[in-house]
Each structure stands twice: as structure tokens, then as C-alpha cells.
């Protein structure tokens, strides 16, 4: 199985930045994962905010493009989320999601980080 564990959550004024980081452990040499950031505020669902997918390519929500960039170093097992001009609406529990994708030697399955806090103040 693979676990998944975020981090580099906090409380920040508007504008500011953070960055987060994602750590995936149990992956497996034949697979392939796509790494993607969620992020969820009390009374919504959870929303797609940017993935970093297996062929290396980024895709972003139109909320955070061009104030999000998110990145993976080639080791491929971790993924970081750069905030920039954090806004207040921007608060909001931020997950990481892992993708194994299917194959020869590879079943579908995703699997969930337990999330990390950003809280954004005026």
C-alpha cells in the first residue's frame, strides 16, 4: 500500500505564501502515480486545485493558476504546492491524492493523505 502524508499547513496573512509538501512511500517500481492536490472548506466539497501527473505534466484549477505552482523532483514520490498571494478564500483543508495507474503489473487505486490546515487572514 501506499501512504501519503502532507505537511507545510498554517495561518498566514492575505498575500503571503506557503509551501506545501506531499511524501508518498510504497511506491512501486512498475507503477506509475499521478500526484494531485485537493483542498476542502467546512460546508464545501472538495475541490481539484493542481496535478503533476506521471508523463511530468501540471494542470491547475482556474482559482489558483498563476498563484499556485506545484512540483515533483524527479525521485517522483513527493510533490510540493508553492502558494503565492494567498487569499482569505484560500482557507481551506489541503489534501494530497496519489493515483496508481493501471498496467501490466498495476491495478487503478488512489490513495489519501490525512490532510493539512491553511488558514489565510485579512
Known amino acids: 500500500t501506499v501512504f501519503v502524508v502532507e505537511s507545510g499547513g498554517g495561518s498566514v496573512q492575505a498575500g503571503g505564501s506557503l509551501t506545501l509538501s506531499c511524501v508518498a512511500s510504497g511506491f512501486r517500481g512498475v507503477c506509475s502515480y499521478d500526484m494531485t492536490w485537493y483542498r476542502q472548506s467546512p460546508g464545501k466539497e472538495r475541490e481539484f486545485i493542481a496535478e503533476f501527473n506521471a508523463d511530468r505534466e501540471t494542470i491547475y484549477a482556474n482559482s489558483v493558476k498563476g498563484r499556485f505552482t506545484i512540483s515533483r523532483p524527479n525521485v517522483a514520490d513527493a510533490t510540493f504546492l508553492l502558494m503565492k498571494n494567498l487569499r482569505i478564500e484560500d482557507t481551506a483543508m489541503y489534501y494530497c491524492?496519489?493515483?496508481?495507474?493501471?498496467?501490466?503489473?498495476?491495478?487503478?487505486?488512489?490513495?489519501w493523505g490525512q490532510g493539512t490546515q491553511v488558514t489565510v487572514s485579512s
Open positions: 491524492r496519489v493515483e496508481q495507474n493501471p498496467g501490466v503489473f498495476c491495478s487503478r487505486e488512489h490513495y
